[in-house]
C-alpha cells in the first residue's frame, strides 16, 4: 500500500528536516519528501493521512522497555506493552535481559523475537545477558546470543561482583565489537537501600543508597573499557558527579556511552513525598542538583539518549510500604510527552529535543530507523505538540499504571504510528 502523510511539519533530526512537507510511503519504505516521486498514484491506490497542526518525525527509538515476558506475565504481557508503544509513539525499543529466564540462551532470544513479529508491534532489539542466568559467574555464549538477535549485552540491576569475570566478558565482547551496556551501581554500597541518600531519607527513615554507590561501579566500569577497548554503554546514570566521570573518560578518547530515565530529568528525592511507592526507582530520584546535571549534561550531548526504562509493575507489587514496593515506572507512552517538555523548558530546537529519543538512540543500537530519509523504513510518529492530556490509571494501555506521573498534565499527544507503514495506532479521534 501507498501513504501520503500531508500538511504535517516534518521534522528529521538525522537528517536536518524541519519544515511543512509531505511524506510519501511505499511497501514499508520511504520513498520521497516533499514531491510525489514519478509514478507514485500509477495502478494503486494510494492512502492519506491528514497531519494538519501535527509535528511528523521518525518513530521513537527507547533503548530501555521491560515487555516482562517470559516469566512475568501477571505484570504485563507483550500485546499490552506493544500496544503502550505504539501508543507512544515508539516503533524500536531495546528489552533488557532480565526475563525469567534471563536471556541468556539463543532459544529464548529467537523466541521473543518470533513472538514480536507482528505488523502492530515495535520492533524489539534484545539486549543479552553478559552471564549466565544474570550471576555474574560465567560468561555467556555472546556469539551465539548475536546471532539470535541481541544487539548488545549487560546485566540489568545484576552486579557482576567478580571483576576478573567482567574483565573477561568486556575482552570477549571486544573481541567481536560487541556494546557491552552495564548499569552502575556498587551492589554493597547500596544494600538495603531504597532511596537517595540525602535529607529526605533521613527523614522518613528510609535506607540510602550514596552517589558513591554510582561512582564506585562507574570508575571500574571505565577503567576496564580503558583496559579492553570494549564500547561501552553506561545505562541511567543518576547523579552529578557519575556524568562527569563520563565525560572525562570520553575527552580521554575511552569508548563510552550513556543514557538517562526520562523521569530522571524531572524529579527528585522530594518527589518521594510521603512514602508515594511510585517513586521507588532503580537508580534513585536523587538531589536537584543532580538533576539539573542530568538535564544539563543530556543537553550539552554527555548523555547521549533519553530512554523510558520502561517497568511494569503489578498493583500488588506497588501497594505496600515504601521500603517494600518493587521498583520501576511504567514509561512507554510518556516517554515523548517528558522529553518535549525537558526540550521546551531547557528552550531547545524541537529536531534536537526530538534527536534525543530518536536518531542518537538508533545511533547506539546501531540499528536502520530513527530518520526519515528516502529508502528508510517507514516508521513514523505524528503527534500534535499542543494536545494536551492528564496521565491517568485509564489512558495508560500499558498494564503497569505504575508511574510518579499520575495525575501530572503533560502537553504532545500522538496521533499515528507508523511501523514499515502499517498504521500500529489511531489516536486521532482523541
Known sequence: MKLQIMNGRLVDPANKIDRQSDLFIADGRIVAVGAAPAGFDDNATVGTIDATDCVVCPGLVDLSARLREPGYEYKATLESEMAAAAAGGVTSLACPPDTDPPLDEPGLVEMLKHRARLPEFAKVYPVGALTAKLEGTHITEMAELAEAGCVAFGQAHAAVVDTQVL??????????????????????????????????????????????????????????????????????????????????????????????AVHQLHLTDNDIGYFNPHARLIPPLRSQRDRDALRAGLAAGIINAVCSDHTPVDDDGKQVPFGEAEPGATGLELLLPLTLKWGAEMKLPLADTLSRITADPARLLGIDGGQLGVGAPADVCIFDPRADFRVSRENLKSQGKNTPFLGHHLSGQVRYTLIDGFLAYDGSWN
Do not use: K
Not at 215 to 223: M, S
Not at 238 to 254: C, H, K, N, P, T
Open 167 to 260: 574483565l573477561r566478558a568486556m575482552q570477549y565482547a571486544a573481541t567481536f565489537d560487541f556494546p557491552v551496556w552495564l548499569s552502575p551501581q556498587d551492589p554493597f554500597l547500596a544494600r538495603n537501600g531504597v532511596a537517595h541518600d540525602g535529607e529526605v531519607a533521613a527523614r522518613l527513615g528510609l535506607v540510602g543508597i550514596p552517589v558513591a554507590a554510582e561512582t564506585t561501579a562507574l570508575g571500574t566500569l571505565i577503567l576496564l573499557a580503558q583496559e579492553t577497548g570494549v564500547r561501552l554503554h553506561i545505562t541511567r546514570i543518576s547523579s552529578a558527579a557519575g556524568l562527569d566521570m563520563v565525560r572525562i573518560a570520553r575527552e580521554q578518547g575511552i569508548a563510552v556511552s550513556c543514557d538517562v
